[in-house]
């Protein structure tokens, strides 16, 4: 078990910066996600940790000490890969028995550890198979199994879930959390999928080229998004962005977007003092639209046109026209009947509106 700490940690490959001045403090036992799009520098953090990439700057502690000059087998680190790197010309057992013999652990002492290792993932009728004749979801609970058997400080996975099919991907989402419960280990997961980060993280680090954009627990980057960009990367569907120009009146301001405008009482929105004469963007949440006219003072109301709906059975999605931008509304009754070009009416409590400054892509 193991703090993993990371100061003001850099790399580059030569001019490409991959990752910028990262700040990380992981508790042990902790499972932390890092998630962000493609080539924002997630697997290059990792790697750092790992010891498989030399790190540019900055410091990489682990249990208390620093590792940057540590070879990877000196780290008590294991790690996990997207195609899960096992030695397809040995059986499952000598795969899990591999890294141990190496170190020249007794024969006893693996075969317990193995014993151990497949009990906890249900691959005792396996052991024997080569890894071509097992599953995905087979191979990958061998791969999870060669990191149990080494007992390591740290877990280290690289997107280990993103060959698998979306069922199979539910189930190993959950037998991960199973797997903590029974062996609570630190844990750093690097995956682009930002419902695998919200159901395992204890806490998400939200990456963008390079940088960290905010570090939070799943409700507090679903609820607080620091800025626009972690605000359209969690949840699902994404949040609505509009842009609309701030006026103030007497005892509110006025919000114009295109083809729709609302007050919001200045008591309650003293941050909007500054923005006045000033674009901002509105975020919100499809799941937070209600169809129907606003039931209190809280809510404000807006009518659009019916554009697209899809059918999830336990819900609608409805993507409407809204003067001259384009929402979307989750959370709508699956048997209503709405033929595109239905005028909607749609309410929207004040509380769930987010507001950012950043305007790029609304217009
Ligand atoms: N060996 C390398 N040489 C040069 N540039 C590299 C190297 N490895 C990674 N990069 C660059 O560093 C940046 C971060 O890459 P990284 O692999 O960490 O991204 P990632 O977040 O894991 O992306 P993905 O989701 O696609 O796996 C990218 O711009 C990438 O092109
Ligand atoms: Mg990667």
Avoid at 179 to 195: A, E, K, Y
Avoid at 312 to 319: F, V
């Amino acid at each position: 078990m193991a703090a993993v700490v990371l100061t003001n940690v850099h790399k580059a490959y030569g001019h490409v910066v991959a990752v910028k001045d990262i700040n990380l403090d992981i508790k042990d036992r902790e499972f932390v996600v890092l998630v962000g799009p493609s080539g924002c520098g997630k697997s290059t953090t990792l790697r750092m940790i790992a010891g498989l990439e030399e790190i540019s700057g900055g410091t990489i502690a682990i249990g208390g000490r620093v590792v940057n000059h540590l070879q990877p087998k000196d780290r008590d680190i294991a790690m996990v890969f997207q195609n899960y790197a096992l030695y397809q010309h040995m059986s499952v057992r000598d795969n899990l028995a591999f890294g141990l013999r190496n170190r020249r652990v007794a024969e006893a002492e693996i075969g317990a550890a193995i014993g151990r290792a497949a009990r906890i993932l249900s691959i005792e009728p396996l052991l024997d198979r080569r890894p071509r004749q097992l599953s995905g979801g087979q191979q990958q609970r061998v791969a999870l199994g060669r990191c149990i058997v080494r007992n390591p400080k740290v877990f280290l996975f690289d997107e280990p879930l993103s060959n698998l099919d979306a069922q199979l991907r539910a189930q190993m989402r959950l037998e991960l959390k199973e797997l903590r419960q029974r062996v609570p280990t630190t844990s750093i997961f690097v995956t682009h999928d930002q419902t695998e980060a919200m159901t395992l993280g204890d806490r998400i680090v939200v990456m963008k080229e390079g940088l960290v954009q905010q570090v939070g627990t799943p409700l507090e980057l679903y609820r607080r998004p620091a800025n626009r960009f972690v605000a359209s990367f969690i949840g699902s569907p994404s949040m609505n962005f509009i842009t609309a120009d701030v006026t103030a009146e007497a005892d509110h301001f006025l919000l114009a977007c295109r083809g729709w405008q609302f007050r919001l009482p200045i008591t309650r929105f003293p941050d909007l003092g500054s923005r006045v004469g000033r674009s901002v963007c509105i975020g919100i949440r499809p799941q937070h639209i209600r169809l129907g006219a606003p039931v209190n003072a809280n809510q404000i109301a807006f009518k659009g046109t019916v554009m697209v709906t899809e059918q999830l059975g336990d819900e609608q999605l409805l993507a409407v026209r809204l003067g001259g931008t384009e929402i979307r509304i989750a959370g709508v009754d699956p048997d209503l009947t709405l033929p595109a070009g239905s005028a909607i009416e749609a309410a929207v409590a004040t509380d769930n509106l987010h507001l950012f400054d950043d305007l790029e892509e609304t217009r």
